[in-house]
T-cell receptor, first 114, second 116 residues
């Protein structure tokens, strides 16, 4: 089955700096890679996703890059703000529709300090 | 994105009792719903996958007789924790997919279960 590794487990950055979180996956058949933000006591919120037919996707301060050859994908947050502080999870799956299962990384606790 | 509502957000129950958690897709028809369990400072662990009108598929190690899942309609799935014990205390989260969303999964707010 799929295995997703995520690094770092914790990340502290100063407000305004950039944050990068990296994930690797094992199943070359995986073709959908979402990123979720989870605040304390809440469910995960989808913040950006990328499919295997593109290498990069950007949405305002958030971007995701995908290297299919190396089976790596990364989340980039620029101009970080205190409200970006949360736990971020990457995930991967081979999409055969909505019934296919996501495999999650272990999470990164991002702390944005003033 | 789509909206998934989970209820209750918090519940405390006594050992030996059963607790039902509801997961509703508010603005789309969810053909598939997933139930996860999350321990403090850990990732999400998939418990089971449910498809509307059929039996749930449980992950290895998850007791299907203890965690009863029903997906009777395209907008509602329920998870019942039967004969709850303190070790069942956890954060339970559902997600839903379908309704034209080919790959995205939208999560509910989660339910904090405490068994005393």
């Amino acid at each position: 089955g799929e295995n997703v590794e995520q690094h770092p487990s914790t990340l502290s950055v100063q407000e305004g700096d950039s944050a990068v979180i990296k994930c690797t996956y094992s199943d070359s058949a995986s073709n959908y890679f979402p990123w979720y933000k989870q605040e304390l006591g809440k469910g995960p919120q989808l913040i950006i996703d990328i499919r295997s037919n593109v290498g990069e996707k950007k949405d305002q301060r958030i971007a995701v890059t995908l290297n299919k050859t190396a089976k790596h994908f990364s989340l980039h947050i620029t101009e970080t703000q205190p409200e970006d502080s949360a736990v971020y999870f990457c995930a991967a799956k081979f999409s055969t529709g909505t019934a296919s299962k996501l495999t999650f990384g272990t999470g990164t606790r991002l702390q944005v300090t003033l | 994105g789509a909206v998934v509502s989970q209820h209750p957000s918090r519940v405390i129950c006594k050992s030996g009792t059963s607790v039902k958690i509801e997961c509703r897709s508010l603005d789309f028809q969810a053909t598939t719903m997933f139930w996860y369990r999350q321990f403090p400072k850990q990732s999400l662990m998939l418990m089971a996958t449910s498809n509307e009108g059929s039996k749930a598929t449980y992950e290895q190690g998850v007791e299907k007789d203890k965690f009863l899942i029903n997906h009777a309609s395209l907008t509602l799935s329920t998870l019942t924790v039967t004969s709850a014990h303190p070790e069942d205390s956890s954060f339970y989260i559902c997600s839903a997919g379908g309704g034209g969303f080919d790959t995205e999964a939208f999560f509910g707010q989660g339910t904090r279960l405490t068994v005393v």
